[in-house]
């Protein structure tokens, strides 16, 4: 996932923004960094999204767990 992508990334909850917390990067074929592992974290509310292989998973909490890996 692309660094300025957090520009436009909402919390599904509250709509407030979202923080990136333990941030793995990766050199992307253009050169550039790219985030591949991290967790987004509201600033307001304090839920935790994963990110994982540069997809970040913004599902609610409760239906999460339900969707196949």
């Keep these: 996932m692309k660094e300025s992508?957090?520009?436009i990334l909402c919390c599904p909850l509250d709509k407030h923004e979202l923080e990136l917390e333990d941030a793995e990067y990766e050199?992307?074929?253009d050169d550039s960094?790219?985030?591949i592992d991290g967790t987004l974290v509201c600033e307001e509310c304090g839920e935790?999204?994963?990110l994982?292989?540069?997809i970040p998973n913004l599902l609610p909490p409760d239906m999460r767990e339900e969707s196949p890996a």
Excluded: A, K, M
């Design 52 to 54: 994982e292989d540069g």
């Design 33 to 35: 960094e790219e985030i």
């Design 27 to 29: 050199t992307g074929e």
């Design 5 to 7: 992508l957090l520009e």
């Design 48 to 50: 935790r999204y994963p």
